[in-house]
């Protein structure tokens, strides 16, 4: 058998085995890179890694990625917008939550008339320094992609956006700052779209503060081009808010469309599901109200309006 259909014989067993625990199965799965990734010697789409037995639902972590793909949820035809997000799931680098922080965002997205595109980045090696670069590869080159199908697909160019999670989240930040370089030299035509995301949504983003100055990191260079951003994050989550909050301070500094949600309690990790005794599940209702202010999803007429009433 040849190696690239082996590789996809492989990814086909572990989609299908995954389908109860994603929900509905992806509309398709693509590559993110012709051949081999960046610097990669191996083409491992990753392996369930643990799962733990309090979590109900159960929540699917994939590890040992070396070969990053694209997993693509269409809304309904006739909800269908245009616009696109690329969602970052978490998982500290070391393996990435298919499901929780993955397709569930991409099924609400769906609701909204967005398409989600689950990102599958490339885990820690123990080699990488810093360690978020092989993943900031991939990030970059799934926006490119995906602008590179807009035609085809019926996307609008300028309704491409990203959402992160945890460590997706923090590789949400770099890719909503650091896209004037790319951190790899451009293979095809595929790269020649921009890999600058049009919008940005970062939910519990992990370590955005530099541990000397207790300001942010200075591996998130704000500038005026950076694009609008949804914020989110928890008083008593273990990775501080004050990342999250000097990264809005800077927004808002260089008068960029911004929004910034603290919740007292809520944790980290929880995705868009609920977490007993707190109300951080309803951070989706502002969020939806922020698309509709960025124009991402349309605001309902005054008819729509007067119905629900």
């Not at 259909?5 to 509309?27: N, Q």
């Not at 909204?112 to 670069?133: A, C, E, F, H």
Request: charged fraction near 20%.
């Amino acid at each position: 058998m040849a190696s690239g259909l082996r590789t996809w014989v492989c990814v086909g067993i572990l989609l299908g085995s995954l389908g109860t625990a994603w929900g509905r199965d992806p509309d398709r799965v693509i590559d993110v890179w012709p051949g081999m990734a960046p610097g990669e010697t191996t083409k491992n789409a990753g392996v369930p890694i643990f799962r733990k037995v309090v979590e109900k639902p159960t929540t699917t972590r994939i590890g040992s990625i070396t070969h990053p793909t694209l997993s693509f949820f269409e809304p309904p035809a006739d909800k269908k917008t245009g616009a696109v997000v690329l969602i970052l799931p978490g998982g500290g680098y070391n393996y990435v939550v298919v499901d929780k922080e993955g397709s569930e965002a991409a099924e609400w997205l769906n609701a909204q008339g967005i398409t989600g595109v689950v990102l599958r980045y490339r885990t820690k090696d123990n080699m990488s320094t810093p360690v978020w670069k092989r993943p900031l590869q991939d990030a970059q080159r799934s926006l490119s992609l995906i602008r590179a199908q807009a035609t085809e697909q019926k996307y609008d160019t300028k309704r491409i956006g990203v959402m992160g999670f945890s460590a997706g989240g923090q590789l949400a930040a770099l890719t909503t700052t650091r896209f004037g370089n790319r951190e790899y030299a451009p293979l095809d035509s595929t790269d020649a779209p921009s890999c600058r995301p049009d919008f940005s949504m970062l939910i519990y983003p992990w370590q955005m503060l530099d541990d000397k100055t207790q300001q942010l990191s200075a591996e998130f260079p704000i500038t005026t081009q950076t694009p609008p951003t949804f914020l989110v994050h928890t008083h008593d989550d273990g990775s501080t808010s004050l990342g999250p909050i000097w990264f809005y301070a800077r927004l808002k500094e260089l008068k960029i469309p911004a929004e910034l949600h603290v919740y007292q309690a809520g944790g980290h990790g929880y995705g868009l599901r609920s977490v007993s005794g707190t109300a951080i599940h309803r951070w989706i209702e502002p969020a939806v109200e922020w698309l509709k202010l960025q124009q991402i999803v349309p605001a309902p007429t005054n008819t729509e309006s007067e119905s629900t009433k």
